[in-house]
């Protein structure tokens, strides 16, 4: 598969979703990028913004498995991974959980127990899980799409560090615009049964990320990730700031957006359009900072404003 056979495909997939997903082009692009990328999405927002809408409608527009858990408090990692069932002539029988698919949306990720959350980390970073000591590969190309309502809500459990440095990207599920809404009431029996239909296949897909691959990044634009993530790091109001995997989703999206948009190559305007994303979640503000109002965006567009965007060596 060429570049502009790409590029078809990706229209495609972006033009089907909406068909039944009002508004949320950017939740939808961000999603795709991170499919590209080989990375998980999460996505936050108030009950009744479409979330789950957004996440099934996308796994069935690109010809993947899907499976959808609803998280709750009395969840067991066993829930999620798998289990061996044992007879009792001594026999067992491996029972696969969910995450054995193309796509997991984890829907409400944080009402699930920490020690239930934890069963992902090894899935979203490695592509496998382990039970019982033994290793499974998760099927090819694996994303989980997880969900949460804001911290604070009934039974809510806040997700730690090491689960929030998981996913490549952060967003926000917001209400509908008034002109959005108005579309949804008018169209609603319309969305409700409407049946998308794959417009690409998984080995399509495969092809799409191992094209993205191979989208050139210059020294320069690597060299403007790094001084962005390094000047959020020693801002005086961070307490911790992204790890290398935050330097490594901006490389790795932008190489997806760069491809989206057209290009064989990044440009910083690919790096500027996916820092907040990529960045939000990563960033610990000190207690003081909070007080006063400041807010992780802020730090990044400050970052933004300070590094200075490369002007030559973009493409050789």
């Not at 069935?60 to 002539?89: A, N, T, W």
Request: contains cysteine.
């Amino acid at each position: 598969m060429d570049q502009k056979e790409a590029n078809e495909k990706i229209r495609s997939i972006l033009k089907e979703i909406s068909k039944v997903v009002v508004g949320k082009d950017y939740e939808k692009k961000l999603l795709l990028i991170a499919l590209l990328s080989e990375g998980h999405v999460l996505i936050e927002g108030h009950i009744g913004t479409g979330k789950t809408t957004l996440a099934r409608t996308f796994a069935q527009v690109i010809g993947m498995e899907f499976k959808r858990v609803q998280m709750m408090p009395d969840m067991l990692p066993s829930d999620i991974i798998g289990f061996y069932m044992y007879s009792l002539d001594g026999s067992s029988k491996l029972i696969k959980g969910p995450v054995f698919t193309n796509i997991l949306l984890a829907d409400e990720l944080n009402r699930a127990s920490p020690r239930t959350q934890a069963a992902l980390l090894e899935a979203m970073q490695e592509g496998r899980v382990s039970i019982e000591g033994q290793t499974f590969e998760l099927p090819k190309p694996f994303m989980v799409i997880a969900t949460q309502i804001p911290y604070g809500g009934a039974g809510t459990y806040p997700l730690p560090e090491t689960q929030l440095d998981r996913f490549m990207f952060r967003c926000w599920s917001d209400l509908p615009s008034p002109e959005e809404e108005i579309s949804i009431i008018d169209n609603i029996d319309l969305i409700e049964e409407f049946r998308t239909e794959p417009v690409i296949t998984p080995n399509e897909v495969l092809e799409i990320i191992s094209l993205t691959k191979r989208v050139y990044v210059s020294d320069a634009v690597k060299n403007y990730i790094i001084e962005i993530i390094n000047r959020i790091r020693q801002n005086s109001d961070v307490l911790s700031g992204p790890s290398p995997r935050g330097s490594i989703s901006l490389y790795k999206g932008s190489r997806a957006l760069a491809l989206i948009n057209g290009r064989d190559y990044v440009i910083p305007d690919d790096i500027k359009e996916l820092t907040i994303p990529a960045l939000i979640h990563r960033i610990r503000l000190k207690p003081e900072a909070e007080t006063e109002g400041i807010k992780p965006e802020d730090i990044i567009e400050r970052a933004l404003k300070e590094v200075p965007v490369p002007k030559a060596g973009l493409k050789t």
